[in-house]
């Protein structure tokens, strides 16, 4: 998909009154209800709000995108609009987010930015990662931070199936049915299985994948239907058919959020321009 058919909106350019701030953060997604402000329960938007309110500053936080319930984040970007009357160094941000921040939230990098910058609508892409573990050989401490399952089908057979979903495809298939997304084709970059030891020196399974963005549920989708047809003893044909069906209902399982992490944003426009040019 060309990068003129995103149907991504105008920024609107940054009153002459105000300067950007971009922050990186890393949170536990097992402490919130999602990264987006909401009613239920706590979130990591309305978190960095008030903690930025405790600093008189009252403004909307706009991340790179929605992580949901349980879902982590190892490089969520975010920016947010302050007076010019602010004299608050940029870096400062981040030492003084932290301090007022619960533990399970953490900013990583605070910089200025200007206004041809904005977290989501200027993102190239997004990186994803799943880990993934069979019960038999978890650990307690496993059970908020990796996606758990009875049986993990050998490691080729998932890494076919994930070169089948790099390209650009229809995903309907991996959609969920609360998804309002006027287009289904999504650009998927890097999908790729891999073995990792953990920090208990255990071995984890690791699925990176890396997208001009992606759909409701698409990555945990994805994963529970590798996992469940590798364990059918699915051929890549048949696997290619599930994705080609456009069918909610031909996708295998929904994996639990506990063991996806959103891991980076790109705003490079030259790192993916390779894929243009295919």
């Not at 971009?22 to 402490?31: P, R």
Request: proline fraction near 4%.
């Amino acid at each position: 998909m060309s990068r003129k058919d995103w149907r991504r909106p105008a920024l609107e350019p940054l009153a002459d009154n105000l300067r950007r701030i971009k922050i990186t953060v890393s949170y536990d997604g097992s402490a919130f209800h999602g990264f987006q402000r909401q009613d239920n329960g706590e979130s990591v938007q309305e978190s960095i709000e008030n903690a930025l309110k405790d600093m008189k500053l009252a403004v909307t936080v706009q991340g790179s995108g929605r992580t949901d319930s349980g879902v982590h984040a190892l490089g969520q970007v975010c920016h947010f609009d302050i007076p010019k009357s602010s004299t608050i160094p940029a870096e400062r941000f981040k030492l003084a987010l932290n301090t007022k921040l619960p533990k399970t939230i953490k900013v990583l990098s605070s910089e200025e930015v200007d206004g041809s910058f904005h977290a989501r609508f200027t993102t190239m892409a997004r990186e994803y990662r799943y880990f993934a573990k069979e019960m038999n050989s978890s650990l307690p401490f496993d059970e908020k931070y990796v996606g758990l399952f009875k049986r993990l089908p050998d490691i080729a057979i998932l890494n076919r199936y994930a070169a089948i979903l790099q390209g650009t495809h229809d995903f309907t298939t991996f959609s969920s049915a609360r998804d309002i997304s006027p287009s289904k084709y999504r650009d998927i970059y890097e999908s790729i299985w891999s073995k990792e030891t953990d920090r208990f020196n255990q071995c984890v399974y690791c699925y990176k994948v890396v997208g001009n963005a992606f759909l409701y549920h698409q990555v945990r989708s994805m994963v529970g239907t590798m996992i469940e047809a590798g364990l059918l003893g699915e051929s890549e044909e048949e696997f290619k058919e599930r994705l080609e069906s456009k069918l909610r209902s031909k996708a295998l399982r929904t994996a639990p959020p506990e063991g996806l992490y959103l891991a980076r944003i790109c705003y490079d426009e030259a790192e993916y321009a390779w894929f243009e040019e295919e």
